[in-house]
């Protein structure tokens, strides 16, 4: 077997700059890199081994002079990158996802990236159909290889690629085709618990579903019985349809995206949801939380990522700061808020600080009653703590004056 792309790069280090490459964290930054040899017709997206400052071999990486990211290592053992390798990583990922999911999961993610040592892979399953998305090149060069293995160890019936909504390296182009296999159809029902769920896979945000938020939306609806519920970045509805299928009074969603409503009102339907109310709102969730005055018994707050890099943090922070507070303000005495953020660069610790400064500056008391995150099947590395990017909480507005014997201090 020989490595599916040349092997053409020598990457040396600077002196004292082995420390992350021997923490097996998958990222090199140019920064760390003293020189970088390439044969000639080196092209990126090739292999290069990585070489430290007194001339260990090291590591294999996949390399993109071009990219702030030059490599990224795929084994820290000599060998190659072939098609064997990348079957038994295939597989590896596929196995471990038949251990933790339970049989009736159709929608689920198999490749996590780095958390499942493929740095820059996202691959997802929509049960009958996979949709791919290298975000880094290497991928995008071998997506027949790719495809077809992944074909071969699932059974499925097509492979589709999607790159055009996605911060990928610079070098691939937007694209969504069929790359190997049958033609996804434009609407492909899944089953999530209750639910049943219209997928635009061609079309639709991410690759089609927030799959992250799958468990979520199954245990976040558990709380809805009975209570009026707003969903102010609704998507396709997920979380508004889990709280109607459990007894939602009334369920409001909120989302500026036009296609993602109009799929969410065709879930609405074909779950044939008869006793819970419907309000449909395609507007800035900012603006609208601003202006809405009903309470509500269950918020839920999932918004798009604000700090795509770690230089808005500052104003990302304010931004959920301000909706987690207007949040809290609207909610009834004992009412709940599932409360996310997706940005990589809010840390947990940062994203509870701001939680806690809405509650304190809202004057609303909060109970924080669990912690909330992606499921299993986005696993993180240990060695690359950056792919914990969905942070959750679930909080429950303090009924004060509901103990027993409680004494209101203000009285
Ligand atoms: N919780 C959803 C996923 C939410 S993703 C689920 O489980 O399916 C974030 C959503 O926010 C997207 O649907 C996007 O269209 C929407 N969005 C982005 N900016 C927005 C804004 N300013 N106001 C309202 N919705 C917005």
Redesign the pocket.
Known sequence: MADLVPRTYRLFLKPGRDRSVTFRHPWLFSGAIASVEALEGAEPGDLGEIWSSDGKYMAVATVNPESQIIGRILRWTEGEIDDRWVRRGLESAYRYRREILNKDVQAYRWIHGEGDRFPGLIVDQYHDFIVVQPLSLLWYRILDQLAERLLDISGARGVLLRTENAVRDSQIPGETRTVAGEDPPDRLEIREGPARLLVDLKGG?KTG??LD?RLN?ISIGRLAAGRNVLV?????G??GLHAALCGARRVTL????GP?LELARENWAINGIKNTGLDIVK????DYLRGVKSPYGLI?L???SLAKAARHVDKASRGYKDINMQAMKLLDRGGWLATFSCSQHITTDLFQKIVFGASRDAGVPMQWVERLGAGPDHPVSLDHPQGEYLKGMLLRGMDLGETPGEVDSTS
């Open positions: 945000q579903l927030y938020q939306r102010p970045f609704a998507y396709t997920g979380f909120v989302d500026s995206s993602a507007a800035d969730a900012w839920i999932d918004p798009p």
